[in-house]
């Protein structure tokens, strides 16, 4: 069954190529379509094109479909190509003409719209809550390790001193600049297509302020043109958003790997963490991380994705926007994933002892020494030049004992402040 079936034959080559993955994918978004159908159908009967028998007629179907949807033994069977086909057709089954009369006032396109504005709705709502989790858990590592000293580094070469205190609470910072967007993101999904049609509205007199309350929409997206224009621009805003947590976690997964490393050895993990080698059996390797840079690489990619399929198209619905769903639902689940498994593996890290002694670190405190001699009354600049003639000369002797006490330092990790920025659940 085919929503747009007119009783011609169908070539199945071309069927095939148009469905693609939607039965699979679709079953992600199945329970957002029976809760809008639903309060469709009370929307219907509220503007009198429903009785009060039909209506109780169809919510009963439609949770019939729930409980299979939540026993997992509702199929997308090859004769429907979607989700969408195959609710009404069950309907009807059900019910007979009056599971028909569920598509009244609505087209596929408002209805796959505000399913799949549902699920985003949720769904970003899920990994929102996933960043707050790992922003805890890293700035309570914070907090256990603020006193053991790391060395800095830029350009890969060692720089100045830093601490673990420093490195965990610096990606719980960057994840409230990544709430910051996927809020603003929420904002966005969070308006009601429902009652847009196929992009022009509908001549029944249907009440789309109350399908609005019904399916706890923020707002309406009033005008039935742009509710339609969003399809392709609110994938490429989550896009966005999503990239932007992907490259925090990336970002972190990078340095864990490199300080797992024997060169650098400042971090482990248990031996149940990491994988070996096929030939060499002294490997641990940080496979769990790899992969996490890897996908979260990958997500980041997904923005370019959906620009590109969408950026040229003129207004109104083209095939070209159902191939947005796809990637991006994968996407969403990859990482909520994603961010389930950093916050698992990030709270058994091991921080070893590091020995600031080691002739490799000399150097690590050579500015803290330059900012000695200024307090001490020389100039920043003859300061420098006294401290690099030392370097130069391998006569200089490093003093540590120098201490960073302004906010957001290592001596003053102000981890009270950055909890406080973690914006509160709208």
């Known amino acids: 069954?085919?929503?747009?079936?007119?009783?011609?034959?169908?070539?199945?080559?071309?069927?095939?190529?148009?469905?693609?993955?939607?039965?699979?994918?679709?079953?992600?978004?199945?329970?957002?379509?029976?809760?809008?159908?639903?309060?469709?159908?009370?929307?219907?009967?509220?503007?009198?094109?429903?009785?009060?028998?039909?209506?109780?007629?169809?919510?009963?179907?439609?949770?019939?479909?729930?409980?299979?949807l939540e026993q997992g033994t509702f199929v997308i069977n090859d004769e429907f190509e979607d989700i969408h086909s195959k609710i009404e057709y069950e309907l009807t089954e059900q019910l007979g003409e009056v599971g028909k009369k569920?598509?009244?006032?609505?087209?596929?396109?408002?209805?796959?719209?505000?399913?799949?504005?549902?699920?985003?709705?949720?769904?970003?709502?899920?990994?929102r809550g996933q960043v707050h989790q790992l922003f805890e858990t890293l700035l309570s590592l914070a907090e256990t390790y603020k006193d053991k000293l790391l060395p800095g580094y830029t350009h890969l070469q060692v720089a100045m001193p830093s601490s673990f205190g420093l490195w965990f609470s610096s990606y719980a910072e960057l994840l409230v600049d990544d709430v910051y967007m996927l809020d603003a993101t929420l904002k966005v999904v969070d308006q009601n297509p429902l009652g847009?049609?196929?992009?022009?509205?509908?001549?029944?007199?249907?009440?789309?302020?109350?399908?609005?309350?019904?399916?706890?929409?923020?707002?309406?997206?009033?005008?039935?043109?742009?509710?339609?224009?969003?399809?392709?621009?609110?994938?490429?805003?989550?896009?966005?958003?999503?990239g932007q947590i992907a490259q925090t976690l990336s970002k972190a997964a990078m340095d864990v790997c490199l300080y797992m490393s024997q060169n650098f050895g400042f971090i482990s993990f248990p031996d149940a963490l990491t994988t070996g080698s096929s030939i060499m059996p002294h490997k641990k390797n940080p496979d769990v991380f790899e992969l996490i840079r890897g996908k979260c690489n990958k997500i980041q990619a997904l923005q370019t994705e959906m620009l590109l399929i969408s950026h040229n198209l003129p207004s109104?619905?083209?095939?070209?926007?159902?191939?947005?769903?796809?990637?991006l639902?994968?996407?969403?689940?990859?990482?909520?994933?994603?961010?389930?498994?950093?916050?698992?593996?990030?709270?058994?890290?091991?921080?070893?002892?590091?020995?600031?002694?080691?002739?490799?670190?000399?150097?690590?405190?050579?500015?803290?020494?330059?900012?000695?001699?200024?307090?001490?009354?020389?100039?920043?600049?003859?300061?420098?030049?006294?401290?690099?003639?030392?370097?130069?000369?391998?006569?200089?002797?490093?003093?540590?004992?120098?201490?960073?006490?302004h906010l957001g330092s290592m001596g003053n990790l102000g981890l009270d402040q950055i909890r406080s920025k973690f914006p509160d659940q709208a």
């Open 102 to 127: 569920i598509h009244t006032a609505r087209s596929r396109n408002d209805q796959v719209l505000v399913a799949l504005q549902l699920y985003y709705k949720d769904n970003l709502s899920q990994i």
């Open 316 to 327: 109104g619905y083209h095939r070209d926007f159902q191939l947005l769903k796809e990637n």
């Open 196 to 242: 847009s049609a196929a992009g022009y509205g509908s001549s029944f007199p249907i009440d789309r302020e109350f399908t609005t309350d019904q399916l706890n929409f923020a707002e309406l997206k009033y005008n039935v043109v742009a509710a339609q224009l969003t399809r392709g621009r609110n994938e490429r805003i989550i896009a966005s958003s999503l």
């Open 1 to 68: 069954m085919k929503l747009w079936e007119k009783g011609l034959a169908i070539d199945k080559k071309m069927e095939q190529f148009t469905v693609g993955n939607d039965r699979q994918t679709d079953l992600y978004i199945a329970t957002y379509d029976v809760q809008a159908s639903r309060a469709h159908a009370r929307m219907l009967k509220k503007v009198g094109m429903l009785s009060e028998a039909e209506l109780n007629q169809l919510e009963l179907g439609l949770d019939r479909i729930d409980q299979e």
């Open 329 to 405: 639902i994968q996407t969403i689940e990859d990482l909520k994933e994603v961010l389930d498994i950093f916050d698992y593996a990030i709270r058994q890290i091991i921080i070893k002892d590091i020995d600031l002694n080691e002739p490799k670190y000399e150097y690590l405190f050579t500015v803290d020494n330059i900012n000695q001699l200024v307090v001490e009354g020389a100039s920043f600049r003859d300061a420098y030049q006294q401290i690099g003639q030392q370097v130069q000369e391998g006569s200089y002797v490093p003093d540590r004992s120098k201490q960073h006490t």
